[in-house]
Structure formats: C-alpha cells, structure tokens
C-alpha cells in the first residue's frame, strides 16, 4: 500500500497590487540543470520578440559552487537574447511571501521534480502557476479539473511555456481564478492543521496494527 503524505506550509493571504501594465513573471530554483532556466529565458525571449508583449522575468535562487558552468551558460543566454534589461537574477531569496507577492505568475520550468514546496507557496499566495509536467506538479495544479490552480505544459519546451504566460496575460479573469483556486486548495488541503490530522491519522492507525500484532 502506498501512503501519500504532504508537506504543510503557511499559506500567505496578502497580495500586491502591479499596477505598472507590464506582467511580471518568476521562478525561484536554485541554480542547476534540472531546472530548466534557460527554458525560462527562452519564453521570455519568445514573448517579447514574437508575440511583442510587455512582460519581465526574476529569476530567483542560489547559484551552486558545484554548477558554475551551468550558471555561466544562463547569463550568457540571457545576454545573447538582449534580455539583461528584462530578466532580473537577484539570487537567494530570504523572503519568499514578499517574493511571489510581487509577481503576476509563477513559472517552474523543471525537467524533473518531486512535490515541489515552490509550486505550494505559489498557490498559497494566490498566482496562477505554470509548471512543467513532470513529478508531482500535475496532482498538485489539478489542472483537468473545474477549479485548476494552474496551467502544465510539456518539459524543455520554451514554445509551450511562453503560450501558456501569454494564455494569463490575456485572460486576467483566468489568472484570478486559478490564483484563488490555489489559494483555496493550500489552505484546505496543505495547511499545517490538515496535515497535521492526517499524520496523525496514520500513525495511529498503524501504531495500533503493530502493537495488534
């Protein structure tokens, strides 16, 4: 029998206001291959220079001693795309509530994951969030459901992940829904109360079963 067991966090309920017109997106991953960032910075490039929208980019999150290259080979992207002026790499994020309180959407551009706690902060704060399809962001978005909290798209495919941003800059109603679906989806199901119930559920049925026996 497998047992499913979530990690809980503290939802955040405040949210501020962009009111600039220019959509802001990020990403918060420490720096190194299976994460995908120059996925990220391949969106981005593909919603400016093809599609001419206003939008910036955060990426955010430690760079590794042990990924310097890879790191190396991000900022060279971004530079050779002329996006130092749209993508912003402001590195370890000590406050992650007021990180995600200042963006417009949440982009996690995995190629491999498990329960990504990002993508539970994301919704907590009430962003729609677009994530790759890979690990556990699918049962986590619900996104083939009436009340997703986000949008899947395939990995390693920049072209997916720009027209999914390019899907919430342009129906703001949809971003309001999926950010209060996951809002509402932290809280019920993620909160440190439920759980906190469910831990103890198991544990104390199972202890009960081992002390039968």
């Not at 590195?91 to 994951?113: A, H, K, M, Q, W």
């Not at 119930?197 to 026996?213: E, P, Q």
């Amino acid at each position: 029998m497998l047992l499913f067991l979530y990690n809980y966090l503290h939802p955040d309920t405040s949210r501020d206001d962009n009111n600039s017109g220019i959509i802001i997106t990020g990403t918060i991953a420490n720096w190194n291959p299976l994460k995908g960032l120059e996925y990220f910075v391949k969106a981005i490039s593909i919603i400016i220079n093809e599609h001419n929208l206003k939008v910036k980019g955060i990426i955010g999150g430690r760079r590794l001693d042990g990924y310097k290259s890879y790191a190396d080979s991000i900022d060279v992207l971004i530079n050779n795309n002329k996006l130092e002026n749209v993508i912003s790499c402001p590195g370890y994020i000590s406050d992650i509530p007021r990180f995600l309180n200042n963006i417009d959407c949440f982009v996690l551009t995995s190629i491999s994951e498990a329960c990504p706690i990002v993508i539970l902060e994301a919704m907590a704060a009430g962003i729609p969030v677009i994530a790759t399809d890979v690990g556990g962001n699918r049962e986590l978005l619900l996104p083939e459901t009436n009340n997703p909290a986000g949008i899947i798209v395939p990995s390693k495919q920049p072209e997916a992940i720009a027209n999914a941003v390019i899907k919430v800059i342009n129906n703001r109603k949809l971003a309001y829904r999926m950010g209060k679906n996951g809002r509402e989806l932290a809280s019920e199901i993620y909160s440190i109360e439920t759980c906190g119930v469910k831990h103890l559920s198991i544990y104390t049925k199972y202890s009960r079963v081992n002390n039968a026996n």
